[in-house]
């Protein structure tokens, strides 16, 4: 089975930065997507940001200039590089992984368990 291992999560001040890390092990032929997704209490989960295969990453507007999403192939591992944080990012943050284990084989997602990242005022 595929294991997603998060961290990076933390207390900061607004305006401040956090990075967060992601690696996943187990048996993996391959890596399509990548991203991070993240949920406020009351609130829908959202996605953050998300990484291709080939590099070309999306972002939601409401991070999109303040955070980075990178990912390092040989590794299967993704980072978000988060700078300027707002009270507004505080959510529990996820990372998900799109893995095929042979090849033609079918994509499945799987999930890390989470990790808190709070921003103070």
């Known amino acids: 089975q595929v294991q997603l291992v998060e961290s990076g999560g933390g207390l900061v001040q607004a305006g401040g930065s956090l990075r967060l890390s992601c690696a996943a092990s187990?048996?993996?032929?391959?890596?399509?997507?990548m991203g991070w997704y993240r949920q406020a209490p009351g609130k829908q989960c959202e996605l953050v940001a998300i990484v291709a295969s080939g590099g070309s990453a999306n972002y939601a507007d409401s991070v999109k200039g303040r955070f980075t999403i990178s990912r390092d192939n040989a590794k299967n591992t993704i980072d978000l590089q988060m700078d300027s944080l707002k009270p507004e990012d505080t959510a529990v943050y996820y990372c998900?992984?799109?893995?095929?284990?042979?090849?033609?084989?079918?994509?499945?997602?799987?999930w890390g368990q989470g990790t808190q990242v709070t921003v103070s005022s």
């Open positions: 998900n992984v799109e893995v095929s284990r042979s090849r033609f084989g079918s994509l499945y997602n799987y």
């Open positions: 187990g048996i993996i032929f391959s890596i399509n997507a």
